[in-house]
């Protein structure tokens, strides 16, 4: 039982280093990984994690898997930017599951993001190398992702700067910004970071100003974290933000909609209703009457925008309004 627990004991702790590794180019050393492992409660000593890293690297199941920066020292350890540990192995669902994210992720995920997730996407498409589908056809032609609408191209990063202000976030550090032309950095305290599709936006203050502030992820040039805590982080709520509309979201409340459909426009609200609130009845003169709660957002307002003549705003009053005006402004530019 005793050598039982031994074993056990240490395989937890392996695998609970190589979590703490860091992909690379990022890397850290071993007293680094001492004082992660040993903070985070494992009963480990400096020169075990030196013993398990050397052990690791010079297995023929993990030796590709960590990398060791030997040029200076102390030596920087990290996980090879190319592999991927995959706990369980891979399979047939799972290959097939991870094909279609990334096919779904690509035109709306920022490449920084994407280049993170390239182990486990590489690792699916590696399986249906060794796995090809019966019948002679890849699995990329078997299964098919063909987003609805119209989408932009993800604003382009710099590389560096997405990971810099994730560690920002996640250690509450001030940071000092380059933005866009200017010459001159800024103190920035970073409080959120919101996914706008193709552009993601930094919820921050200036210096000391009180006021907030949307930065356009991709103008930032360069990013370097500070050692001060970003001030009142805990009282900002990212929510409650959002609702007051301070990026367009939303207007702040909630609306009873009553929509009139026609038929071919407004069929498939049957089976992909917009939320639990929806009430739908179909009328023998081909229309379709929809009716549900919802968020009064410019996302709404666009979505009935893009069904044109094929749907008719009954109520409530401002919201029709609105969507009229849009028509008649519209109708102005023609």
Known sequence: MAGGASISNKTYRVIALMQALPRSPKKVTSSELHQKLAAEGHDISRRSVERYLEELTASQEFGGLIHCDDSSKPYGWSISAKSN??????????????????????????KDALIKLEPVFKEARDWFKRHRPRGGRHWSDKVAYVPRGFALQPAGVAQGIADQVYQALYSNQQIEIWYKDKTDSQRV???????????????????????????????????????????????????????????????????????????????????????????????????????????????????????????????????????????????EQY
Do not use: C
């Not at 369980?88 to 994210?101: E, F």
């Not at 009457?289 to 044109?308: C, P």
């Open 85 to 110: 540990l995959s706990i369980p192995g891979m399979d047939a669902q799972m290959a097939a599951i991870w094909d279609l994210v990334y096919r779904y992720l690509k035109p709306l995920m920022a």
């Open 189 to 331: 305290q970073p409080y959120a970071l919101v996914d706008r599709g193709p552009v993601r936006y930094l919820i921050v203050r200036f210096w000391d100003y009180e006021d907030y502030r949307h930065l356009a992820l991709h103008r930032l040039r360069k990013v370097k974290l500070l050692d001060q805590q970003v001030e009142r982080a805990s009282s900002f709520n990212l929510d409650a933000y959002l609702r007051e509309g301070h990026l367009e979201i939303a207007h702040g409340k909630t609306i009873r909609m009553v929509l009139l459909f026609d038929w071919r426009a407004g069929a498939h609200l049957f089976e992909t209703p917009i939320n639990n609130s929806q009430e739908i009845e179909e009328s023998d003169n081909g229309t379709i009457t929809v009716t549900a709660t919802a968020e009064h957002s410019e996302e709404l307002k666009w979505w009935i925008l893009g069904f044109g003549s094929r749907v008719k705003v009954l109520s409530p009053p401002e919201l029709r309004h609105e969507i009229s005006l849009e028509i008649k402004k519209a109708n």
